[in-house]
Structures are given as C-alpha cells and as structure tokens.
C-alpha cells in the first residue's frame, strides 16, 4: 500500500510569513497533489504534478507556489502567508490507476 | 464543471440503525467517471472505502456498500447497521481518467454514532 508522509503535521507562523509543507510518498507514484481542506468547502485541489520537475495549476492556485523535485517528494510553497490560508492541507499520490489517490495524514497550518 | 453533491452533516445515528449518506454527481466532461467513497477518521488522512468504475455496479467495504447509477447519477453509501468506530467524515468524489486522474470531491458528511 502507498506511504504518504507530510511534515510538519502542525504549523503557526505569522502573517506575511514563508512556510513550506513536505510530502514524501514511497510507492514510486507519478501523481501528486496538494489539497487545502476547510469546513463547508470539502477538498479543493491547489497544485498537482505529473512527476519530477512537472508541475500543474489547480482550481485554487492563488497564494501557493509548489515544486516537485523527484518522484517521491512534492513541495508547497507560502511566501507571504496570509490568514486565509489558515487550514487543514493534504498531500496525495496516484499511480494513474481508476485515479485512486492515497492520501497522507495532512497538515494543519494556523496563521496568526 | 464537475461537481459532487452530497448529505449535508453532521449525520447523527444510533448504533445499530442503518445509514444511507446520499451522494450525486454531475460529470459535463467525464462520459463515465470513476466514483469513490473516503473517509477520514479523527486525525488521520482520508483512506479509501470504495470505488466502482463501472455504471451498474455495487462496490463494498467494512460493510458499507454503493451502487453506481448512471441513470440518477448518484453513489449513494448505505450501511444496515452502524458501529461506533463508523464516526468519521464521509466523502464522495468523481474521478476524471480521461485527464490528470483528477479527483472532485463533495463538501463531506460528518457521521455521529451515538452508543
């Protein structure tokens, strides 16, 4: 079964802060994702990723810089946090098949 | 676009009372999106419950059950007796194979059991 691992699994930074979110996944996917997760809203995709080097636009993108630097590792990027990027973030990877995605434990970022 | 509509929760059910959180979809640019149930129990990632990917079918899991519908587009999840260890949050979501093995995903449905 896939391993996708995030760090840190919590974070508070301030606003105008940098923050970066890690994932690593262990199964030799081509997929990943980051997801943001808030109350009212579900899951709402904001980068994803073919494989290293490769990178794709979400539906919601704005604020967030992300890089993909091997297979096994994805990257998001806050330059200049701001409170509404205050949430719950999810990391996921797939390896193209049916898009079945195993997600990772998740990230909750506060920004003050 | 596509969209996921599912149960507004929190869903509240005694244990041993049967479930049945609704789940419909619309799919403009997908001919036939795989569906999917999650489900993310206090503080964990989402984990898979079930998939279909074919219209017609009945997936199963741990209990929990789906039929996709082509017909009503719906993938409604349904349970004939809850346990305790069912709290958790319920997601639906549409996959798109035909491009970047896209998931759109429904707002959830929290699920209470009372004892």
């Known amino acids: 079964e896939a391993a996708v691992t995030q760090s840190p699994r919590n974070k508070v930074t301030v606003t105008g802060g940098n923050v970066t979110l890690s994932c690593r996944q262990t199964?030799?996917?081509?997929?990943m994702y980051w997801y943001r997760q808030d109350t009212g809203h579900g899951l709402r995709l904001i980068h994803y990723?073919?494989?290293?080097?490769?990178?794709q636009i979400g539906d919601v993108p704005d604020g967030y810089k992300a890089t993909r630097t091997t297979q096994e590792d994805f990257f998001l990027l806050l330059e200049l946090a701001s409170p509404s990027q205050t949430s719950l973030y999810f990391c996921?990877?797939?390896?193209?098949?049916?898009?079945?995605?195993?997600f990772g434990p998740g990230t909750r970022l506060t920004v003050l | 676009g596509d969209s996921v509509t599912q149960t507004e929760g929190p869903v509240t059910v005694s244990e041993s009372e049967s479930l049945i959180i609704n789940c419909t979809y619309s799919?403009?640019?997908?001919?036939?999106?795989?569906l999917f149930w999650y489900v993310r129990y206090p503080g964990e990632g989402l984990q898979l419950l079930l998939k279909v990917i074919t219209a017609g079918q009945k997936g199963s899991s741990r209990g929990f059950e789906a039929t996709y519908n082509k017909e009503t587009t719906s993938f409604h999840l349904q349970k004939a007796s809850v346990q305790e260890s069912d709290s958790a949050v319920y997601y639906c979501?549409?996959?798109?194979?035909?491009?970047?093995?896209?998931?759109?995903f429904g707002k959830g449905t929290q699920l209470i059991i009372q004892p």
């Open positions: 979501a549409l996959g798109d194979t035909e491009g970047a093995d896209r998931l759109t």
């Open positions: 199964n030799s996917h081509n997929y």
């Open positions: 799919a403009t640019s997908i001919a036939y999106p795989n």
């Open positions: 996921a990877s797939s390896g193209g098949f049916y898009a079945e995605q195993f």
């Open positions: 990723s073919y494989g290293a080097g490769n990178l």
